[in-house]
């Protein structure tokens, strides 16, 4: 990672910039939304703790602490994926987040959560992203 | 709908409040589908957009409207893989979507 960022900076014109978005290692939350309410039902974990997104926040680090780049300016924020049903969730969790999984007692809440409020209900996967321009030193610059 | 990712729809809206693309030459890692790559575009000068995915990439290519297609070239790669082609300019922002 520490090797694409410095890949990304060569091919960059001088005074260009990176920018990086990624979710943070938060576990996202997993609600049940209908017209009237909005309800928590559990985290979505994973089973590797959200490495990829640890990894991640590890190589900006170490970019930084290397002196090859520095943090100008970031932005946290608020991602969303909605699902019809709490099945099109799971069957889309098996194709893309291969890790990660839903506790038993969740999926119990989730479930229960549907089946009271009915077919205007949608399940929701709160995600907390993160927006950082990096910006070459002005050793490297 | 069985589901609706909105993440890479709100984070083009995000990104483009955050930074100024107008008129930049930018390379976007990890384009996927090309959601973003398509939103940037209509801003800036010129995107490059990679993702290792040729099958993703196939899709981005087919999916821009013809106004966007002379102002996106996507390619298969990596960024370990990618080489600025022969003769083209650098760039001005290098965007990496979920992608490092």
Redesign the interface.
């Known amino acids: 990672m520490v090797h694409a960022l410095r890949k990304a900076f060569s091919s960059l014109n001088p005074g260009g910039v990176i920018l990086e978005v990624h979710d943070l290692v938060d576990p996202p939350r997993i609600e049940i939304h209908t017209n009237q309410s909005e309800i928590f039902a559990g985290q979505l974990l994973s089973d590797n703790n959200f490495e990829n997104q640890r990894l991640a926040d590890q190589a900006i680090g170490q970019v930084i602490e290397d002196g090859f780049l520095l943090s100008d300016q970031a932005l946290v924020y608020e991602n969303y994926l909605r699902a019809d049903t709490f099945d099109s969730l799971t069957d889309w969790l098996d194709e893309t987040w291969e890790s990660a999984y839903i506790p038993e007692g969740t999926r119990r809440k989730v479930i229960d959560l549907i089946a009271k409020s009915g077919d205007e209900s949608e399940v929701v996967l709160r995600m907390v992203s993160r927006l950082m321009e990096l910006k070459p030193t002005p050793k490297f610059t | 709908?069985?589901?609706?990712?909105?993440?890479e729809g709100?984070?083009a809206k995000?990104?483009q409040e955050?930074?100024d693309f107008s008129d930049k030459?930018v390379?976007e890692?990890g384009c996927g589908k090309g959601r973003i790559t398509m939103a940037i575009a209509e801003h800036s000068s010129h995107v490059t957009a990679i993702d290792p995915l040729a099958e993703d990439i196939q899709t981005a290519k087919q999916n821009t409207p013809g106004p966007l297609k002379g102002k996106i070239n996507f390619i298969a790669s990596g960024?370990?893989d990618?080489n600025?082609p022969e003769g083209s300019?650098?760039?001005?922002?290098?965007?990496?979507?979920?992608s490092?």
């Open positions: 709908m069985p589901v609706i990712d909105d993440r709100i984070s995000i990104i955050f930074f030459r390379l890692i960024i370990e990618f600025l300019a650098k760039f001005d922002i290098a965007l990496f979507s979920w490092l």
